[in-house]
């Protein structure tokens, strides 16, 4: 399967992926089905919720196959929970039942269960978010991100569901500040922005007789930054909690590759740059040279361009270094070239990724993406 940017969609493209869409009404609906072949109605119906792409079928690149980073079943449930805990805080002015809390740790428990048995941690995943779910999906992912992180760093079971716990509710806080200024699409004034600071806080105070000492300093601190940069206490290294340093680094990059009302989502590639460039600043270094074995700066199934012009689509990541991974040439014509391992083969040690490969004037990518179409045609008329 291939990663294809939603304005790049053409009717007759085979999607590779069931397509769910998570919105206020109707919160968990699966949109389209794997199999489905796309029209023009469905793709309008993909622009018009703002899905920035999708995965198709493609027979060059059928030996690609992402599998869901956890089950969607596990997904739907950890979301549902998440909104009802986070709805039952706004509505109560910050009280939140202990029942509620202790079916969030059981599902942070079974996604605990599900990411230790994983093969492989690597976070191939180009999610989109719906607008008015941002905030729980926004906080399932940061979950997610800091267990395997967490995982990384060799913590203990107890430890990664207390890890977890903290980052579904780290941004509980936000519940009690006016959708206004959250979802400003403008600059925030400074009065705005020191009510968007008081959200770690309007959450622990809340929360004091419900979950452990840990997790309320790990939500109290997700915003504090290595130099004493950060907000709200301008806390500095070593009196930063441990649980908030991993939590800190999954917050930004899932907020950055995010689709904002104030900016446009960030390529993973251009993400990991930006947290490398603020390495010891911003974040525990230690903590972060784990993160990067987790995330992937080019997912597979997506389209890179190469330092020497050529096009590729990535095939395989390696969790040593993120940004050299195994990728399958594309030619000019369209037809599909050698695999090449910028990682461990010597040959092409010169040859780097310097960008997610999206310039569809480029002849070899429109012709890869009509031979999709191609063979699909083949395929519905059992040629
Ligand atoms: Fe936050």
């Keep these: 399967m291939l990663y294809i940017t939603t304005k790049y969609l053409k009717p007759g493209m085979i999607l590779a992926k069931d397509l769910y869409l998570y919105s206020s009404n109707n919160f968990c609906s699966l949109m ?7 029209n023009n109605t469905y793709i309008n119906r993909i622009k018009y919720h703002k899905i920035e792409g999708v995965y198709i079928e493609s027979e060059a690149f059928s030996d690609i196959n992402i599998e869901p980073y956890i089950s969607d079943n596990l997904k739907t449930k ?30 942070v428990n079974n996604i605990v269960t599900e990411l230790l048995h994983k093969d492989s941690l690597a976070y191939n995943v180009i999610d989109f978010k719906n607008y ?24 203990s079971e107890q430890r990664l569901n207390e890890l977890g716990l903290a980052g579904m509710l780290h941004d509980i806080g936000k519940m009690l500040i006016p959708k206004e200024i959250l979802n400003k699409p403008g600059k925030l004034t400074n009065e705005e922005y020191e009510i968007i600071k008081e959200h770690p806080v309007n959450a622990t105070k809340q ?45 930004v990059y899932d907020a950055l590759t995010s689709d904002r009302p104030y900016r446009k ?6 993400v990991v740059e930006y947290l490398m460039g603020c390495g010891d600043k911003h974040f525990d270094y230690e903590i972060l040279q784990h ?5 992937v700066a080019y997912p597979v199934g997506t389209f890179v361009k190469l330092s020497n012009n050529q096009l590729a689509v990535v095939i395989r990541n390696y969790p040593e270094n993120v940004s050299r991974p195994l990728v399958r040439i594309i030619n000019d014509d369209g037809t599909v070239g050698e695999d090449i391992d910028l990682l461990h083969d010597t040959e092409y040690m010169d040859i780097t990724v310097v960008d997610m490969g999206y310039n569809y004037e480029n002849s070899g990518l429109t012709n890869v993406l009509k031979s999709s179409i191609d ?3 083949q395929y519905a008329y059992g040629q």
């Design 32 to 38: 389209l089905v794997k199999g489905q072949v796309l």
């Design 207 to 251: 929360l004091k007789y419900l979950v452990s000492t840990e997790v309320l300093r790990a939500i109290e601190d997700h915003h504090e930054k290595i130099d004493g940069t950060g907000y709200p206490h301008g806390k500095s290294n070593n009196n930063i909690n441990f649980y908030a340093k991993i939590l800190s680094i999954s917050d």
């Design 265 to 270: 989502s960030v390529f993973p590639n251009e």
């Design 132 to 155: 008015d779910t941002y905030t729980f999906q926004h906080c399932l992912n940061s979950a997610i991100l800091s267990i395997s992180t967490g995982i990384s760093l060799g913590l």
């Design 291 to 295: 993160f990067m074995k987790i995330i």
């Design 375 to 377: 063979f699909n045609q």
């Design 78 to 107: 950890a979301l549902k929970e998440i909104r009802d805990t986070y709805y039952e805080f706004k509505l109560s002015s910050g009280k939140v039942s202990p029942y509620m809390i202790k079916k969030l740790s059981s599902i």
